[in-house]
C-alpha cells in the first residue's frame, strides 16, 4: 500500500487526510510533529502517524504533500532531504516548480491545488505538470483539472481565492433576505440553493456560455431582467475584475513569472 507524507499539517492538509480516509484511502499517512495538537487528533481519529521528525516523513513516504506556508519553506527545505525522483507535492501558493526544485534537489516537484470541500471529496483539484501518480493520490478528493504550466496554474489559483470570496456575496445576499424578515437558515437554504440550481444547470450544459445561460433566464420583461438592469449600471465586475488582477499580479511576483 502506498505510503502518503504530509509536512505541514494545517487547515487544508487536515481536510486532505479526512478526504482521503473518506474515500476509501487506507494506506499509511506519516505526519510532520509541529501543530501537535492538529497532528493528535488526526492520527487518533484517522488513522494517521505522526513521526518524530520531518525527515522521518519524508524517509518512509513515497508521495510527499508539502503543506507548509511559503515563508517557512526555506526553514523546512534546510530540515529534510528527499531521495532522487521522491515525488513532492506542493500546495504552497505561488511558489513555482524551479524553486521547489532549487529547495529540494533531486525531488520531482509537482504544484497542486484544492480548497477545504476536499474534505467531502467535492474540491477542484488543480495539479500541474501532469503527473500520474500526484493524481492517483489527489483525484479522489473531487474533480481533477490538470494544467500543462504554471502560468494557467496561476489563473488557477485566483480562481481558487474567487472561493473565498464568494462566500462574502452569498453572506451579503443571505443577510438581505433576513433583513427584510425571513429566517436565517430558509434565508441560508434559498441562497444556497439557487446557487446549487446554477451549478447544476451549466454542468449539464457545458456547450453553453454561463453568459448565455444568465441571459436564457433574464429575458425582457422578467423580474430577473430588472434586477439585472441594476447590476449592470453598477460597477460590481469591475470590482471582482480588480480583486483577481491583485491576487494574480501577487503570485506572479512571488513565483517570479510576472512579465513573461
Same mark, same amino acid.
Given at each position: 500500500?502506498?505510503?502518503?507524507?504530509?509536512?505541514?499539517?494545517g487547515?487544508?492538509?487536515?481536510?486532505?487526510?479526512?478526504?482521503?480516509? &473518506?474515500?476509501?484511502?487506507?494506506g499509511?499517512i506519516l505526519?510532520?510533529? &509541529?501543530? @501537535?495538537?492538529?497532528a493528535?487528533?488526526l492520527?487518533?481519529?484517522?488513522?494517521c502517524?505522526?513521526?518524530?521528525?520531518? *525527515?522521518?516523513?519524508?524517509d518512509?513516504? %513515497?508521495?510527499?504533500?508539502?503543506?507548509?506556508? #511559503? *515563508?517557512?519553506?526555506?526553514?523546512?527545505a534546510?530540515?529534510v532531504?528527499? &531521495?532522487?525522483?521522491?515525488?513532492?507535492?506542493?500546495?504552497?501558493?505561488?511558489?513555482?516548480?524551479?524553486?521547489?526544485?532549487?529547495?529540494?534537489?533531486?525531488?520531482?516537484?509537482?504544484r497542486?491545488?484544492?480548497?477545504?470541500?476536499?474534505?467531502?471529496?467535492?474540491?477542484?483539484?488543480?495539479?500541474?505538470?501532469p503527473d500520474a501518480?500526484?493524481?492517483?493520490y489527489l %483525484?479522489?478528493l473531487?474533480?481533477?483539472?490538470?494544467?500543462?504550466g504554471?502560468?494557467?496554474?496561476?489563473? @488557477?489559483?485566483?480562481?481558487?481565492?474567487m472561493?473565498?470570496w464568494?462566500?462574502?456575496?452569498?453572506?451579503d445576499?443571505?443577510?438581505?433576505?433576513?433583513?427584510k424578515?425571513?429566517?436565517?437558515t %430558509?434565508? &441560508?437554504?434559498?441562497?444556497?440553493?439557487?446557487?446549487?440550481?446554477?451549478?447544476a444547470?451549466?454542468?449539464?450544459?457545458?456547450?453553453c456560455t454561463?453568459?448565455a445561460l444568465? %441571459?436564457a433566464? @433574464?429575458? #425582457?420583461?422578467?423580474?430577473?431582467?430588472d434586477?439585472?438592469?441594476?447590476?449592470?449600471?453598477?460597477?460590481v465586475?469591475?470590482?471582482?475584475g480588480?480583486?483577481?488582477?491583485?491576487?494574480?499580479?501577487?503570485?506572479?511576483?512571488?513565483?517570479?513569472?510576472?512579465?513573461?
Open positions: 500500500m502506498h505510503s502518503l507524507g504530509i509536512l505541514g499539517v487547515e487544508l492538509t487536515e481536510k486532505t487526510v479526512i478526504g482521503l480516509r &473518506r474515500s476509501g484511502f487506507e499509511p505526519l510532520s510533529p &509541529r501543530n @501537535a495538537q492538529r493528535a487528533v492520527a487518533q481519529e484517522h488513522g502517524q505522526v513521526m518524530a521528525s520531518n *525527515q522521518a516523513v519524508v518512509q513516504a %513515497e508521495l510527499v504533500i508539502l503543506g507548509v506556508r #511559503p *515563508q517557512s519553506l526555506a526553514e523546512l534546510n530540515d532531504q528527499l &531521495r532522487s525522483g521522491q515525488r513532492l507535492v506542493s500546495l504552497a501558493a505561488g511558489v513555482n516548480l524551479a524553486q521547489l526544485s532549487t529547495a529540494f534537489p533531486g525531488a520531482l516537484c509537482v497542486a491545488m484544492l480548497s477545504y470541500a476536499a474534505q467531502y471529496n467535492q474540491s477542484t483539484v488543480v495539479v500541474c505538470p501518480l500526484t493524481t492517483q %483525484e479522489p473531487g474533480k481533477l483539472v490538470v494544467l500543462q504554471e502560468p494557467e496554474f496561476e489563473l @488557477a489559483t485566483v480562481a481558487a481565492c472561493n473565498g464568494f462566500y462574502f456575496l452569498l453572506h445576499l443571505q443577510q438581505w433576505l433576513m433583513d424578515g425571513l429566517p436565517a %430558509e434565508a &441560508r437554504a434559498l441562497v444556497l440553493g439557487n446557487l446549487q440550481d446554477c451549478v444547470s451549466a454542468g449539464q450544459q457545458p456547450a454561463l453568459k444568465g %441571459e433566464i @433574464a429575458t #425582457p420583461g422578467t423580474f430577473t431582467a434586477g439585472l438592469a441594476v447590476l449592470m449600471h453598477q460597477p465586475s469591475a470590482t471582482w480588480a480583486a483577481c488582477e491583485v491576487v494574480l499580479d501577487g503570485l506572479l511576483t512571488r513565483s517570479g513569472l510576472a512579465g513573461q
